[in-house]
């Protein structure tokens, strides 16, 4: 029975069709970044107090803001009070800049609070007032987002491996653009979370079901090369929001309804995108397999396969059909029944989580570590692409398994180390690093875990790996609050939690120039077929 690859690079293993249709798997992958790290904007924070009459605006210090906002002082600054305000009584015939004397009881800001505006014109905060009692709502709008991945991984991993790469990519897509853009012109905070909990659903599936497709469409040698340039692509685009959000004076609709518009130019691609060739010949379907390899040859300009190619598979098949009325069909549980498949899960979840937590605890809290968010958050996204670099060429040196290994603990030793100093510049160097490291994480574990999983399970596998991507997000924004208590605290945690699951990859097998496994058997192997794709390349 031949191997798909050997059939794969009759017809071209990364010729034209294949370069188009990664590239295509890589520009909406580069702009699912607006979905994934859009609430550092849409729901950026900024300096508040309480107003005390229509039309103000923030100052930093003034006679108005002394007699009615409460103060302590710190070292040689004062610290004014954001949730609080003197019960005092500004009659509107006088300037606002006279106060009347006061008592030194407070009460709640009831007339809503005045922002600085020095980053930001307009975010969902200052919109809906998410500060001080609301300021859950705000962590809300940002760990919505990743639920959303939970949720649409899980059922989207499935429906890829059930009803093919390609349909959940047309599905997918289409929703993509049309939530993304609808939310942009969201009446109320609640339909805001709604909407950011769908974008969560949508583009994720969709990036990962593609980046799926594109290591079943190209030759072995080429899916790390693909995988690396589809998150490089994702960088790219991460720096390009920065960009968006600084020319648009932070104002979250604007920024919101870019992002969505953009989706709109992928839509033809729905009419280009080929099926999974690989997925086809799992379910059996062979003729079409045929056509799609067909298709490939001819952009490829190789010579088309013959339409028997699949005669000995089409043969056992119908024997099997003989003794079996039903095909099989397999679920994200057949990954934990076996206990190799199991270990590979395992494993790959839990790095695939911590990617998820200590990447968007640093992403969507750069306002932490330096004064200018948008500089900052662009800095944060250029530095990835090294990374992503770095990963790419490692990968094909001394292979995913040690890549994988060398990066997470590195990474997870500069979190820890950035905690030391009391120099910023040295802090900001150890977390930029961590960024570099964490950056190349995803781009190996990526590729790692669809070359480990079985392809009637891949995109399941996948699935599951992303919804622990998702936990690990969806807690992430709440890991800066622990701050308060000690602040190195959330950075040794993202430390520990870069390190630890490192330590872990040491129990996969390597799968540096191996076949993808296409069956259950064969992913339960400890080690995968190697010897005979080395000896032909």
């Known amino acids: 029975m031949t191997h798909f690859e050997d059939i794969l690079e009759s017809v071209g293993s990364f010729g034209r069709y294949q370069k188009l249709q990664c590239f295509f798997v890589m520009m909406y992958c580069g702009l699912t970044s607006f979905q994934h790290l859009g609430n550092t904007f849409y729901s950026a924070s900024a300096d508040h107090y309480c107003k005390v009459y229509d039309n103000q605006s923030f100052e930093h210090t003034s006679l108005v803001k002394n007699c009615t906002i409460p103060y302590t002082t710190k070292g040689n600054g004062i610290v004014w009070d954001s949730c609080e305000r003197y019960d005092v009584n500004l009659t509107q015939e006088l300037s606002p800049s006279v106060c009347l004397p006061r008592s030194n009881e407070t009460l709640g800001c009831d007339q809503g609070w005045v922002y600085d505006k020095t980053w930001y014109e307009n975010t969902v905060v200052f919109e809906y007032n998410l500060v001080c009692e609301n300021d859950w709502m705000k962590q809300l709008s940002k760990s919505i987002v990743p639920v959303g991945n939970i949720v649409g991984n899980l059922i989207f991993g499935q429906m890829s491996d059930t009803y093919g790469r390609r349909t959940v990519s047309i599905i997918t897509l289409l929703l993509s653009a049309t939530v993304t853009i609808i939310t942009a012109f969201s009446p109320s905070y609640a339909a805001f979370v709604v909407g950011q909990f769908f974008q969560g659903v949508f583009p994720f599936a969709l990036c990962v079901c593609g980046q799926v497709l594109m290591?079943?469409?190209?030759?072995?040698?080429?899916?790390?090369?693909?995988?690396?340039?589809?998150?490089?692509?994702?960088?790219?685009?991460?720096?390009?929001?920065?960009?968006?959000?600084?020319?648009?004076?932070?104002?979250?609709?604007?920024?919101?309804?870019?992002?969505?518009?953009?989706?709109?130019?992928?839509?033809?691609?729905?009419?280009?995108?080929?099926?999974?060739?690989?997925?086809?010949?799992?379910?059996?379907?062979?003729?079409?397999?045929?056509?799609?390899?067909?298709?490939?040859?001819?952009?490829?300009?190789?010579?088309?396969?013959?339409?028997?190619?699949?005669?000995?598979?089409?043969?056992?098949?119908?024997?099997?059909?003989?003794?079996?009325?039903?095909?099989?069909?397999?679920?994200?549980?057949?990954?934990?029944?076996?206990?190799?498949?199991?270990?590979?899960?395992?494993?790959?979840?839990?790095?695939?989580?911590?990617?998820?937590?200590?990447?968007?605890?640093?992403?969507?809290?750069?306002?932490?570590?330096?004064?200018?968010?948008?500089?900052?958050?662009?800095?944060?996204?250029?530095?990835?692409?090294?990374?992503?670099?770095?990963?790419?060429?490692?990968?094909?040196?001394?292979?995913?398994?040690?890549?994988l290994f060398g990066v997470q603990v590195i990474g997870g030793v500069a979190l820890i180390l950035s905690v030391i100093?009391?120099?910023?510049?040295?802090?900001?160097?150890?977390?930029?690093l961590a960024k570099f490291c964490v950056g190349a994480v995803f781009t190996v574990v990526f590729v790692y875990g669809a070359e480990l999983f079985p392809t009637v399970v891949r995109s399941a596998g996948t699935g599951i790996s992303a919804t622990c991507f998702g936990i690990g997000s969806m807690l992430s924004p709440y890991v800066i609050l622990l701050g308060d208590y000690w602040r190195p605290l959330p950075l040794v945690i993202m430390g520990c939690m870069s390190l630890v699951p490192g330590l872990t990859v040491l129990l996969l097998p390597e799968t540096l120039n191996t076949y993808l496994p296409g069956t259950i058997e064969k992913g339960e192997g400890e080690a995968l077929v190697k010897r005979e794709y080395n000896q032909r390349d």
């Open 421 to 432: 100093p009391q120099n910023p510049a040295v802090s900001i160097t150890m977390v930029m």
């Open 215 to 403: 290591t079943e469409i190209v030759g072995a040698k080429y899916r790390a090369r693909c995988i690396a340039f589809a998150h490089i692509n994702f960088s790219l685009f991460y720096v390009l929001l920065g960009v968006i959000a600084w020319l648009c004076d932070g104002r979250w609709r604007l920024i919101h309804l870019i992002g969505g518009l953009a989706w709109t130019f992928f839509l033809p691609v729905i009419f280009f995108i080929s099926e999974s060739p690989m997925w086809l010949i799992q379910k059996q379907r062979y003729d079409e397999c045929v056509k799609v390899l067909k298709r490939f040859a001819h952009y490829n300009r190789t010579p088309p396969p013959s339409d028997d190619i699949f005669e000995e598979e089409n043969i056992s098949a119908t024997k099997l059909e003989d003794k079996e009325s039903k095909e099989q069909k397999y679920t994200m549980l057949d990954l934990l029944k076996s206990p190799m498949l199991r270990t590979k899960t395992l494993v790959v979840s839990f790095n695939w989580f911590s990617y998820g937590f200590v990447y968007y605890g640093i992403s969507l809290n750069v306002d932490q570590f330096a004064d200018n968010p948008y500089t900052t958050f662009i800095l944060t996204g250029f530095v990835e692409i090294p990374g992503r670099l770095l990963a790419w060429f490692l990968m094909g040196v001394i292979g995913r398994r040690w890549s």
